[in-house]
């Protein structure tokens, strides 16, 4: 008996040749979405840490909001410095609108809290950017199983049949069966070996969202904590 992948493909009837052509097209799908979010989230960890050693080392040495105003255009991958330097362009421009009354330290917080509104919002943004194409991958994950079971359960239906008939080898007992039957697992087995790889990176990814988020919500504490103590100093000197 031949069991080569070769020879159940063609043994295969239309109903499981048609979920083995699926689950393909689904694997396909997560692998390219996969190696997708794989580049993206390389290059945007890259970038932010490029991102926040500059704006540090600015801060380290007393620089002014200021001059933190631009520095994320050096990091156009970075989605800490599409948040970060928003929240900073932002606070640069309520603060020269606010003219001679940016010495006032009330006047300053409250263009504080627009900026954290603001940086919020574009988190939000950029965290739907990073989860791009998950909720397929998830949906992979979950349905190819029961895509594979369903190539199975009309596979072993078509043995079964087969082996009910004399004029298609029928009657041959446990080995005419056995045949038509582990063509039929096939489906299954493409099924699972597709939902594990894509369950695999949607953990995978989510979590590196969920990493890029909370170095997010660090840095823009520590540049909020910034803005406030030049309110404090505007409001000191005034």
């Known amino acids: 008996m031949d069991f080569s992948l070769f020879h159940m493909w063609q043994q295969m009837g239309v109903v499981a040749k048609t979920v083995v052509a699926i689950l393909l097209v689904m694997s396909i799908y997560a692998i390219g979405m996969v ?6 989230f390389r290059k945007g960890r890259s970038q932010s840490l490029g991102y926040v050693g500059a704006i540090q080392r600015l801060i380290a040495n007393q620089a002014p909001m200021s001059d933190l105003v ?3 255009r050096k990091w156009k991958g970075s989605p800490i410095a599409r948040v970060i330097g928003f929240g900073i362009e932002e606070f640069a421009r309520g603060v020269g609108e606010l003219g ?5 330290r009330d006047e300053v917080e409250l263009v504080v809290d627009d900026v954290i509104r603001s940086m919020n919002r574009v988190k ?4 739907v950017n990073l989860k791009k194409g998950l909720a397929t991958l998830a949906t992979i994950s979950s349905s190819a199983p029961f895509v594979g079971l369903f190539g199975t359960v009309f596979g072993i239906i ?3 049949q087969n082996m009910a008939d004399p004029s298609k080898g029928g009657g041959g007992g446990l080995a005419t069966v056995s045949a038509g039957i582990s063509e039929a697992l ?5 099924g699972l070996a597709v939902a594990i790889v894509s369950v ?6 989510i979590n590196r969202v969920d990493d890029v988020t909370v170095d997010v919500d660090e840095t823009a504490g520590e540049i909020v904590d910034r803005m406030m103590r030049e309110a404090r100093r505007s409001g000191a000197g005034a």
């Open 35 to 40: 190696v997708e979010r794989w580049f993206t």
């Open 70 to 72: 631009g520095v994320d």
């Open 100 to 104: 001679p009354r940016a010495r006032d």
């Open 124 to 127: 939000e943004r950029e965290v």
């Open 158 to 160: 078509t043995a079964f």
């Open 186 to 190: 096939l489906t299954t087995a493409v």
């Open 200 to 205: 695999w990176f949607y953990n995978y990814f």
